[in-house]
């Protein structure tokens, strides 16, 4: 039996090895490899080997030790792919004029609205997203540079309890013209409330700070449960005729958009070709969104290596 079992496990270590051999990211040293040897079997310069490994004497090599094949890859450095989109959101004129442009046509689709007289109900409303739609966050996505961790609550929160965040170009003149057409404004955002209500209060703060109308708990629905904001669309729909809906997710328009791979959404959106300009409006946000998810096809837990990669392998490359 003691045979046996050793004869496994040498069974388990010869396999070991040999997939790690052959691994993406790694190369088990075997007897009688040298480093010349390697980087043909692997694809990596010698000079490559030496400076992701460290190795001081290129001559001087153990069968069983573990060579790296890549670089190792970090948050931080993932984060630096951020700094393209973040520079245009902010500091743009083009991200600027998108802006205005945008609201100056949701204006045009308004006032459509309140002249056409077979629109029989007696209360009209608009729907908005929060972030990247009506208030720029890009303050916090530039604060994720040169740090070493992503997005998440533990920072986020702070960033809207603090309540700075500044309106979008056009956003507050839109809103109020709206407003003072006798429109219902309502603010549907997947910011959550949180148990001590700061996420609630600090985004109330944030709108009343900005001047925005319609800031107060019946128009302000923030997330208390799923993500899927259908149920608050819905909640809007029976009570108001609903002009238009803003955002810069497409979710924030149907779920049908929701948790589908990057073909899928593509298709889906041609699907609802007529409805964009007309009922939806789109913002632009390049910094973060659904769109990366489905990159990951919703692997949020991918390395940043490995996102880095998805983002990479996605994209169209020029071949000539």
Same mark, same amino acid.
């Given at each position: #039996?003691?045979?046996?079992?050793?004869?496994?496990?040498?069974?388990?270590?010869?396999?070991?090895?040999? #997939?790690?051999?052959?691994?993406?990211?790694?190369?088990?040293?075997?007897?009688?490899?040298?480093?010349? +040897?390697?980087?043909?079997?692997?694809?990596?310069?010698?000079?490559?080997?030496?400076?992701?490994?460290?190795?001081?004497?290129?001559?001087?090599?153990?069968?069983?030790?573990?060579?790296?094949?890549?670089?190792?890859?970090?948050? #931080?450095?993932?984060?630096?792919?951020?700094?393209?989109?973040?520079?245009?959101?902010?500091?743009?004129?083009? #991200? +600027?004029?998108?802006?205005?442009?945008?609201?100056?046509?949701?204006?045009?689709?308004?006032?459509?609205?309140?002249?056409?007289?077979?629109?029989?109900?007696?209360?009209?409303?608009?729907?908005?997203?929060?972030?990247?739609?009506?208030?720029?966050?890009?303050?916090?996505?530039?604060?994720?540079?040169?740090?070493?961790?992503?997005?998440?609550?533990?920072?986020?929160?702070?960033?809207?309890?603090?309540?700075?965040?500044?309106?979008?170009?056009?956003?507050?003149?839109?809103?109020?013209?709206?407003?003072?057409?006798?429109?219902?404004?309502?603010?549907?955002?997947?910011?959550?409330?949180?148990?001590?209500?700061?996420?609630?209060?600090?985004?109330?703060?944030?709108?009343?700070?900005?001047?925005?109308?319609?800031?107060?708990? &019946?128009?302000?629905?923030?997330?208390?449960?799923?993500?899927?904001?259908?149920?608050?669309?819905?909640?809007?729909?029976?009570?108001?005729?609903?002009?238009?809906?803003?955002?810069?997710?497409?979710?924030?328009?149907?779920?049908?958009?929701?948790?589908?791979?990057?073909?899928?959404?593509?298709?889906?959106?041609?699907?609802?070709?007529?409805?964009?300009?007309?009922?939806?409006?789109?913002?632009?946000?390049?910094?973060?969104? &659904?769109?990366?998810?489905?990159?990951?096809?919703?692997?949020?837990?991918?390395?940043?290596? &490995?996102?880095?990669?998805?983002?990479?392998?996605?994209? +169209?490359?020029?071949?000539?």
């Amino acid at each position: #039996m003691k045979k046996i079992t050793s004869l496994l496990l040498a069974v388990l270590l010869i396999m070991t090895l040999s #997939m790690g051999a052959f691994a993406m990211d790694s190369y088990v040293i075997e007897q009688g490899d040298t480093l010349y +040897r390697i980087s043909g079997k692997v694809g990596v310069s010698i000079e490559e080997l030496v400076e992701l490994n460290g190795i001081e004497n290129p001559n001087l090599i153990y069968t069983g030790d573990l060579l790296k094949l890549v670089p190792d890859y970090s948050t #931080m450095e993932l984060n630096e792919q951020l700094v393209m989109a973040t520079a245009w959101f902010q500091q743009s004129a083009e #991200m +600027r004029a998108i802006s205005y442009q945008t609201f100056n046509f949701a204006k045009v689709l308004v006032d459509m609205d309140l002249a056409d007289e077979t629109v029989t109900a007696e209360t009209r409303a608009i729907v908005v997203d929060l972030d990247e739609t009506i208030i720029d966050n890009s303050d916090y996505e530039a604060w994720l540079i040169g740090k070493d961790f992503g997005y998440s609550s533990s920072t986020w929160n702070p960033w809207i309890q603090a309540g700075i965040a500044p309106a979008l170009p056009g956003a507050v003149e839109f809103l109020n013209y709206v407003a003072d057409q006798g429109v219902h404004v309502y603010y549907i955002s997947n910011r959550k409330v949180l148990d001590d209500n700061s996420g609630y209060i600090g985004t109330k703060a944030n709108l009343m700070a900005l001047g925005l109308p319609f800031a107060d708990e &019946e128009h302000l629905l923030l997330r208390t449960g799923s993500s899927n904001k259908t149920e608050r669309r819905t909640y809007v729909e029976d009570q108001h005729h609903v002009i238009l809906y803003m955002g810069d997710n497409l979710n924030d328009f149907l779920a049908d958009f929701a948790g589908i791979g990057v073909d899928e959404r593509l298709a889906v959106t041609d699907q609802y070709k007529a409805e964009f300009g007309k009922k939806f409006i789109v913002m632009p946000n390049p910094m973060y969104g &659904e769109w990366e998810g489905s990159i990951y096809n919703f692997n949020w837990g991918f390395s940043p290596l &490995e996102k880095s990669e998805a983002r990479k392998d996605i994209l +169209r490359i020029w071949d000539h």
